[in-house]
């Protein structure tokens, strides 16, 4: 039989479409209700540029005041502020050994549609932790940290249960959020903080909103486990965790449009099949602009969101839907 090769088998018109939903999908699969995606961040994202302007109202202030038969209320002007989104832009190339499973499926376009989206998907929860370590940074350095709840000590012999994280920690970081931390809907672990709380028996199992699919939960909190989420050696020994709590939507994903999203290849000397994905999008943390004060490439890589000084709030911390969580 002769073998079943990626250009045969991809259709550009039906594969780029069900990628792109199907990655949006996955990608609010993975981290519960924090990302939101809506036909506005979508055409902005599809608006081009290397930075988004994503304009939003300021919270209304003032008193209200007793109405008067005599007198007219006052009017106060309604501010606008101004959010500001990279617009980022990757790509990836698989050789036919990456896709022969999928090739030799009943349906190998499905099959490598939901691998590329799967793929998609990671890529985006790994670039929004990323920049969540930016942000926190920048708050740290110009906002009096007050996103950030802090306790854990450099040294591994002044570890103590108030160091390490615990419900009172959670209620704590809670507690960064205001009147506003009713919003909650998620916490993201690194690998090695989700297995001690695994250990504890303080990770419980709940359906899925919308499915019978049962998802991991601490607390009611939709449990995301990402290996980027900040964890570095302390100064002597030991090691310092942070941990992210979300509220719903705090991310913004915008689905925009590369010119090319696929295209399949061939080397012929090799002999090998190659599938070439693209995807434009925006994964933006709510309320907090980037900069791009510290930009190489066309457009960020992970590394660079990472820094504080491409990052500056906007939003009032009570209309910041993240806080953090620093412990051993």
């Known amino acids: 039989m002769a073998e079943t090769k990626i250009a045969n088998v991809i259709v550009p018109d039906v594969f780029n479409p069900y990628v792109v939903e199907r990655t949006s999908d996955l990608a609010r699969f993975y981290m519960g209700g924090i990302i939101s995606n809506n036909p506005e961040l979508d055409a902005l994202a599809l608006k081009g540029g290397k930075l988004i302007d994503m304009p939003f109202w300021s919270d209304l202030t003032g008193d209200d005041e007793v109405l008067s038969d005599s007198g007219a ?4 002007a309604i501010a606008a502020g101004q959010d500001i989104a990279a617009l980022h832009m990757r790509g990836k190339a698989w050789g036919v050994n990456d896709l022969a499973k999928a090739l030799a499926g009943d349906d190998p376009m499905k099959h490598i549609a939901n691998m590329v989206a799967d793929f998609w998907a990671r890529k985006y929860r790994d670039l929004a932790i990323s920049s969540l370590a930016g ?9 009096g940290g007050d996103m950030v709840h802090s306790v854990a000590v450099e040294i591994i012999g002044s570890q103590t249960a108030d160091t390490r994280f615990s419900g009172d920690r959670f209620i704590d970081g809670q507690a960064t959020f205001g009147d506003s931390m009713g919003q909650l809907v998620g916490i993201a672990f690194h690998p090695d903080m989700y297995y001690a709380m695994k250990k504890l028996d303080n990770i419980s199992f709940q359906k899925e909103s919308q499915g019978d699919l049962e ?4 607390r009611g909190l939709r449990v995301i486990v990402d290996r980027t989420c900040p964890k570095r050696a302390g100064t002597t ?3 310092v965790y942070t941990t992210y709590l979300f509220g719903e939507g705090a991310i913004g994903l915008g689905q925009g449009a590369a010119p090319v999203p696929s295209e399949t290849d061939r080397d012929s000397l090799a002999g090998g099949d190659i599938l070439i994905t693209r995807s434009h999008f925006l994964m933006h943390p709510r309320g907090v602009k980037f900069t791009s004060t ?5 457009t960020p890589t992970n590394a660079e969101c990472a820094l504080a000084v491409n990052w500056d709030r906007v939003y009032e911390r009570n209309n910041i839907r993240v806080a953090a969580i620093i412990t051993n």
């Open 237 to 239: 020994s030991g090691f």
């Open 73 to 76: 209320l006052t009017v106060n």
């Open 294 to 298: 510290t930009v190489t490439g066309t």
């Open 215 to 218: 998802v991991e939960t601490y």
């Open 135 to 143: 942000v926190f940074a920048d708050n740290v350095a110009n906002d």
